[in-house]
């Protein structure tokens, strides 16, 4: 995914996947895809890790983005979870709404419960970090918003 506020067209140079399992019971964990389909990528735009500047990946647990981290090169195997905590920094945690969508599951299984539809916000944090999370029904794009933990879960809520 590319998003960009530039009116310009952006030219993607690579591109990779891999496909390895479907459930996390069928996986070899010293090899989820990340490294085969980043370094593909990376390859076919001429370009390492190291010219990463900023990453989205995909994180279904905490523990995934750990290991996703490690596979594909930003971090040395066994360490990101000490790389995140050095780069650790406090935030206010307001920022405004840079996109919606609303998530509609196709089954009881999906993330939401019951299946039921659920606000996806993507917020530039004021501190200069991008986030994702579940935001309250109708957010809109240029909301100000702020994370809260209403059920240890974080959520943007619009600011009073």
């Not at 506020?5 to 030219?11: K, L, T, Y």
């Not at 939401?112 to 794009?141: K, N, Q, S, W």
Request: proline content about 7%.
């Amino acid at each position: 995914m590319v998003v960009t506020a530039a009116p310009a067209a952006v030219a993607v140079t690579g591109i990779g996947e891999a496909h390895r399992h479907q459930h996390l019971t069928e996986a070899d964990l010293t090899d989820l895809g990340a490294r085969r389909a980043a370094t593909t990528a990376l390859a076919q735009a001429g370009r390492s890790v190291l010219d990463v500047g900023a990453a989205g990946i995909y994180d279904s647990f905490t523990v995934t983005l750990a290991m996703l981290l490690e596979e594909i090169g930003f971090c040395a195997p066994g360490t990101a979870g000490a790389d995140a905590a050095a780069a650790r920094r406090p935030s206010s945690g307001v920022g405004r709404v840079v996109a919606v969508s609303v998530v509609h599951p196709l089954s009881a299984c999906s993330s939401g419960p019951f299946g039921e539809p659920y606000t996806l916000a993507l917020v530039d944090l004021d501190d200069g970090i991008r986030a994702m999370g579940r935001g309250d029904p109708g957010l809109t794009v240029g909301a100000s918003v702020r994370v809260k933990f209403p059920d240890g879960i974080p959520r943007w809520a619009p600011c009073p």
